[in-house]
């Protein structure tokens, strides 16, 4: 085909928007593009095929421990040494949030691990069919946002890493931008590098992506340990009281600020509770997700230890306290100068630059693909999804968010007293409502009578407790935007939204399903078993369910011959 001839063809399909939609259409990216289950179906929502359950009890493992391994993470002692709690109740704290939430990711995990369906698909049958559209908005928005403000954070590090290479180059670059554009010429080029470097990885499937948190769980533990390691030689220890701000808090104040302490580590554990679906498919089997809590309980405790050692040590040494790594980075080459420091420093910031943009993958980038996927699911599969995320990065502009927005940050936080309900309910639907039991084809149903179609695609059961738990909290997001504007009742209510809200909706959405019994199966099944996890035997499936238009026949074998 000449140059000529692609040109016209392209004319032709931009020429109408009717062409243009059909031209984005998946089914052109090639014939394996389209589901098998009608118009709520495509590759990527479909039960993942064998060939993709490469995930291992290895892979699960580096990456719930190597998802610590980030910005916000590491300065989580920032805001909870403010409210007068000292470092080891703090570590205490995340011991106890690492503990809770892992429970609650491995129970989130299982369904996803025999099924093979990822969050777009498997909340579908707790939500309804329509009803999982608006969890699915929901979270992609707002991982949209994350990503662009964790790739800021990560060109933070590719800043101090050009610094070691370019010195006062680096430094002297005249800043081209007005004081209100929240970020210099300097801190912008470092920003749009790092973009450029993780780019890439938007292209890489998720089920071939777990290569990389294997390299991040071992890399980020020798970067970060490397620099306690010299923080504590260089300064001869470390001052921990010089970092608290308040008087330390004791009795009631204590209590009620170890629960606010409880809530904030919470906020940056919440992507991995409500993401775990979509990498827990790719596992052949459950067992092989046993790791993940086994790595969430060691590495968030250490995470959060070190990151107050190191600042601890730095204000010794510095006289300020630098909760962002970068700054303390920065700190130690305007004290170090030289050969030795600028290299130490640059494979430091280097290697936190790639465990920020690893995590940004599974937080962030995935889940929006997925979501995009499951809301639109004639035009975009995950990748695709993928890069329309890192292109938005840019369009939300995070330096602007990060510097003149930190009420706007305080309203992210919040973000569990709209997800852990939601957590709460697919656990509650899967293993005691459902009893482990899906029947995968009804998840691509919207027939009247398909088991998940419920009240018009919408099921009330679980939206009315997620609308009373949200209820029940949300009234604080205004004392943490605005302290002092709403009473202490309300305050410490919201300090104790994860515990409530995760425990009201769950026991609201078991009381919903034992007054108004759910459908187990499709009419002409009502006499199948409900015994726990029977369905897993067949992946979902009876003898008999019309497969569609089959894109991969070796699975179709395989299930055949577990039905028969």
């Not at 015994?531 to 699975?555: C, K, L």
Request: glycine share 8%.
């Amino acid at each position: 085909m000449t140059v000529r001839t692609r040109l016209a063809a392209a004319q032709r399909a931009l020429s109408s928007p009717q062409q243009l939609a059909k031209t984005l259409e998946i089914d052109h990216e090639g014939e394996n593009s389209t589901g098998r289950f009608g118009r709520w179906s495509n590759k990527d929502l479909d039960p993942s095929p064998p060939e993709q359950r490469i995930w291992t009890s290895w892979s699960f493992f580096a990456f719930q421990f190597s998802i610590a391994f980030s910005p916000t993470t590491y300065n989580v002692g920032a805001s909870l040494y403010a409210v007068g709690l000292n470092w080891w109740t703090i570590f205490v704290a995340s011991i106890v949030v690492s503990i809770l939430v892992a429970l609650l990711l491995f129970l989130n995990s299982r369904g996803a691990a025999w099924y093979h369906i990822g969050y777009p698909t498997i909340v579908r049958s707790s939500a309804g069919i329509y009803g999982s559209l608006i969890f699915l908005f929901l979270r992609g928005a707002v991982a949209i946002l994350y990503m662009a403000i964790q790739t800021f954070y990560a060109g933070k590090f590719m800043a101090v890493m050009l610094r070691c290479v370019f010195g006062h180059r680096w430094t002297d670059i005249p800043n081209r931008l007005p004081p209100n554009a929240g970020i210099t010429s300097s801190d912008l080029l470092a920003f749009a590098l790092l973009w450029l470097v993780q780019f890439p990885f938007a292209f890489v499937h998720p089920s071939k992506i777990n290569f990389v948190f294997k390299v991040k769980s071992i890399l980020a533990p020798i970067g970060l340990f490397a620099t306690l390691i010299w923080a504590l030689v260089s300064s001869g220890g470390a001052d921990f009281q010089g970092l608290s701000t308040t008087e330390s808090a004791s009795g009631a104040t204590l209590a009620w600020s170890f629960m606010r302490a409880i809530n904030t580590i919470v906020s940056n554990v919440i992507p991995p509770l409500v993401n775990i679906a979509d990498l827990a498919r790719y596992a052949s089997r459950p067992s092989q997700t046993l790791p993940l809590p086994i790595g969430l309980v060691i590495s968030k405790p250490l995470v959060t230890l070190l990151g107050m050692i190191i600042t601890a040590a730095g204000y010794k040494q510095f006289g300020e306290a630098y909760w962002n790594l970068w700054d303390f980075y920065a700190s130690v080459l305007d004290h170090y100068w030289g050969p030795e420091a600028r290299t130490l420093v640059f494979f430091g910031a280097g290697i936190q630059a790639f465990a920020t943009f690893a995590t940004n993958l599974s937080s962030n980038s995935i889940p929006v693909g997925c979501d995009l996927a499951g809301l639109f699911p004639k035009y975009f599969t995950i990748v695709r999804g993928q890069i329309l995320c890192f292109v938005l990065a840019w369009a939300c502009v995070p330096w602007k968010l990060t510097y003149s927005a930190s009420s706007f940050l305080t309203f992210l936080g919040s973000y569990l007293c709209f997800i852990c309900p939601i957590v709460a309910i697919m656990v509650v639907d899967y293993w005691i409502v459902r009893r482990g039991n899906i029947h995968v084809p009804s998840l691509y149903s919207t027939k009247s009578d398909s088991p998940y179609f419920y009240y018009h695609g919408f099921n009330l059961r679980a939206f009315g407790p997620w609308v009373i738990a949200i209820v029940l909290v949300i009234p604080g997001v205004a004392g943490a935007l605005n302290p002092g504007s709403i009473g202490v009742a309300a305050v410490r209510i919201y300090n104790m939204g994860f515990l409530l809200s995760t425990t009201v909706a769950g026991l609201l959405y078991y009381a919903a399903c034992t007054i108004w019994p759910i459908q187990f199966y499709p009419p002409g099944h009502e006499a199948k078993s409900t015994a726990w996890e029977v369905m897993r035997h067949n992946e979902g499936f009876f003898e008999g369910d019309a497969f569609g238009t089959p894109r991969n026949e070796t699975m179709d074998v395989e299930v055949n011959e577990k039905l028969t």
